[in-house]
């Protein structure tokens, strides 16, 4: 499989996405384009700007955490399609649709963070994955 490219983004964050705000996990409850509200687990809130949120690079922990694994499926709710969770060899995870019947890869979809996994598990099963 070729290598995948993860470009630079602004980020995108639905409600729930777990970031990180002065190296503390927080979860999004409200944002706008230059904006978010997030919460600690202690409940405690802080309206902060975008540019000063940063994000959780994705890793096999992170997917225990949220109960998937590699290998995981997800079927879009939608479309009744199944897409799944894989890894290339330089550890980059990615989702894609799956095939069963040829195992043929077409759509690839990079996830780099935490958050990218939140906002496609979301996008696909209308399901919120989070920790708190």
């Known amino acids: 499989m070729k290598d995948i490219k993860v ?26 384009s230059n904006k978010s509200v997030i919460v600690n687990n202690k409940d405690i809130k802080k309206s902060v700007l975008n540019s000063e949120l940063k994000p959780i690079d994705l890793t096999e922990k992170w997917l225990l955490n949220f109960n998937l694994n590699k290998n995981h499926k997800i079927t879009s709710i939608e479309t009744n399609v199944e897409w799944i969770i894989r890894q290339t060899e330089n550890g980059i995870y990615y989702i894609t649709i799956l095939n069963e019947q040829t195992l043929n890869e077409s759509t690839v979809i990079g996830l780099k963070y935490v958050h990218d996994l939140q906002e496609w598990i979301f996008r696909l099963s209308k399901r919120t994955i989070t920790l708190f």
């Not at 995108?12 to 409850?29: P, R, S, T, W």
Request: net charge neutral.
């Open 7 to 32: 470009l630079k983004k602004k980020l995108f964050l639905i409600e729930g996405a777990l970031i990180l705000f002065e190296n503390e996990i927080y979860k999004v409850v409200e944002n706008n």
